[in-house]
């Protein structure tokens, strides 16, 4: 070959991690595992961790590029002229659909004994892991199988025993043919956040059957085979009180389509591979869920399941993008040295590690606390209330800036579309605004204080694991220090009324309860790691710090913080 050729074929310049497994190559998550799921589980489930992450590096990540570049395409009629609105979905979304939701399960899994081989119930653990795993490559469809998830789990636990008894079956289906996916629509025009300003109808037709009127503004998996309603029932008390919920079922018992149309789908951002649409309902019928006037109630523990949902899905973008970037910084040189060996990427990409490993703590945290409250421990719940909003609030606006400042890592090529980092871009900035804006669910952490009794029960959870930990008891104390000030922090929130220190309440109790995580995680799994990203995390997101000065503030903590930053 002539000397002025480039050889294509000699170690190549411009690193490129396709193919990769994401499990296999994240020691911190076998850490995690091994310290969270009980041993026999874990050996059962490592083979299918492997073939996700296997999956996800590899051809999960080339059909979510092809559904995100082909985004669903939506027809009114049919060639005879028929009202027939039918979305038409790319076939690498229907092969993704397979995936997720009758080869791994994951809608079904909390619903159904049998999943993945495992004799009883998947703790909500496994599917939470598998999540992450599987929206490191995909997030669009994650909002349909968390929705179908959720949608069950609400009629399990409102719907009439007939109600259950009829619909159940089809959510617990792992057949990809009969399987029932779900939706909920809630926003209107004038009622998003503001939920008692609903408009929709609901009324009884003369055989005593419930129809349903009026417009939803965002419906995404809008021709779900079921939908959960919001609606207000004629004559029913004015606000919140007055509105219900109501299973809509896509098609009637004879198959014809039940009464209500898809008016058109929106130009997204991001999840472009998932449709999300405008439905005006025209006296379709659905059937009441629970108690009349109890639908915001009710809907909130749907909405509670998908924000969690939300909160394990931002932690995974935020690991593919550091994943990719601790690549590229790994094979790619400049000046003669690897990009990782340069101070100054050194510091960038540990401003990139801490938020990525706080969620990745209140993702496990906040599971184990779903698997206590649903087993029945009574303090569970209001720490599952709480934890909730916590990691949907942090997490998804965290995830924001680090899926942006690691596409900087990779140079221009992150601002190319071949390349993951503009979808994870595109995919992070949904989480802060769908199922509830960070304004409202910074609100929410504060009503979790106020009304469920969140606060007290967090700081005991807290301080037994700091107890656990058996940290060096400096570190210890300086933990209890920030606790016990974020929670006044967030009782002061509470009782000013305000709202104005909602978000910096929440922000401290998710950097302090993450912070504990972590230590308590490095501590019981052997990670000197872990311990100095919970130092980090309390260095840098809760003490304060002179922005002016040139090193690190010293601490007398005895296991000192291993690669400091500076913010
Ligand atoms: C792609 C996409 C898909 C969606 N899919 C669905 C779906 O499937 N089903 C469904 O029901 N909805 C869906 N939504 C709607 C979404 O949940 C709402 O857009 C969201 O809850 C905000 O409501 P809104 O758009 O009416 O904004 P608004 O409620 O008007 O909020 C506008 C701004 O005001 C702020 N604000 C409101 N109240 C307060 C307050 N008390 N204090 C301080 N600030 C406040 C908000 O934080 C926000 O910044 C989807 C949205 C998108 C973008």
Not at 26 to 37: F, G, K, R, V
Not at 290 to 300: I, S
Request: charged share 25%; aromatic share 6%; proline share 5%.
């Amino acid at each position: 070959m002539p000397s002025h050729i480039a050889d294509s074929t000699a170690v190549h310049p411009v690193p490129d991690r396709h193919g990769l497994s994401l499990y296999d190559h994240d020691a911190e998550l076998h850490t995690l595992l091994a310290l969270y799921l009980p041993a026999d589980l874990l050996a059962h489930m490592r083979p299918h961790f492997e073939r996700l992450g296997a999956l996800a590096g590899g051809k999960l990540d080339e059909l979510a590029h092809i559904a995100d570049q082909n985004p669903p395409t939506l027809t009114l009629r049919t060639r005879t002229g028929i009202d027939d609105p039918q979305v038409h979905k790319h076939p690498a979304y229907v092969e993704m659909e397979r995936l997720a939701l009758s080869e791994f399960g994951l809608a079904a899994m909390s619903h159904r004994d049998e999943t993945l081989g495992w004799k009883g119930r998947m703790p909500p653990l496994v599917k939470y892991v598998l999540t992450y795993l599987f929206v490191q490559a995909e997030f669009g469809l994650c909002c349909p199988v968390s929705m179908t998830d959720s949608l069950a789990r609400t009629l399990k636990k409102f719907g009439s025993p007939e109600l259950v008894e009829r619909f159940m079956p089809r959510f617990q289906s792992l057949d990809f043919d009969t399987l029932a996916q779900g939706a909920m629509f809630m926003t209107e025009q004038a009622a998003g956040s503001d939920i008692a300003a609903t408009e929709t109808r609901a009324w009884q037709d003369a055989h005593g059957q419930w129809r349903l009127g009026g417009d939803k503004w965002f419906c995404s998996n809008p021709d779900a085979d079921f939908a959960m309603v919001l609606a207000r029932v004629d004559g029913g008390l004015p606000g919140l009180k007055g509105v219900s919920l109501f299973l809509l079922p896509r098609r009637l018992d004879d198959g014809s389509a039940n009464h209500y149309r898809i008016l058109r789908l929106k130009d997204k951002l991001g999840t472009r591979s998932m449709a999300s649409g405008e439905i005006r309902l025209e006296g379709a019928l659905a059937y009441l869920v629970g108690e009349q006037g109890r639908g915001f109630v009710q809907m909130a523990d749907m909405v509670n399941n998908s924000r969690l949902s939300n909160g394990v899905r931002a932690a995974g973008l935020m690991r593919r993008a550091l994943a990719e970037a601790e690549y590229v910084a790994r094979e790619r040189q400049a000046f003669g040295k690897r990009l990782e060996d340069m101070p100054l990427m050194q510091r960038q990409l540990q401003k990139l590690r801490l938020p990525a490993e706080q969620a990745r703590s209140m993702v496990f945290q906040t599971a184990q606390a779903l698997a206590r409250s649903d087993n029945g421990e009574t303090a569970a719940y209001p720490l599952l209330r709480i934890l909730t909003p916590l990691i949907k609030f942090r997490a998804c606006r965290d995830a924001r800036k680090v899926t942006g400042d690691a596409m900087e890592v990779r140079g221009g090529c992150g601002y190319i579309e071949e390349w993951s980092d503009p979808r994870l871009l595109r995919d992070a900035h949904l989480g802060s605004i769908w199922e509830g804006t960070s304004n409202i669910v910074a609100l929410d952490v504060i009503r979790a204080v106020k009304r469920e009794g969140s606060l007290l029960v967090l700081q005991a959870h807290l301080e037994a694991l700091i107890e656990d930990a058996a940290i060096a008891p400096a570190f210890a104390a300086a933990l209890r220090d920030a606790m016990v000030r974020a929670a006044a922090l967030a009782l002061n929130a509470a009782n000013e009324g305000g709202d104005r220190l909602a978000r910096q309440a929440a922000s401290a109790l998710y950097h302090v309860a993450s912070a504990i995580a972590m230590a308590w995680e490095g501590a019981r799994g052997g990670s000197a790691q872990r311990i100095a990203w919970a130092q980090l995390v309390l260095l840098h997101r809760v003490l304060p710090r002179d922005p002016l000065a040139a090193s690190e503030v010293p601490h007398d903590w005895t296991a000192p913080a291993s690669a400091a930053v500076e913010a």
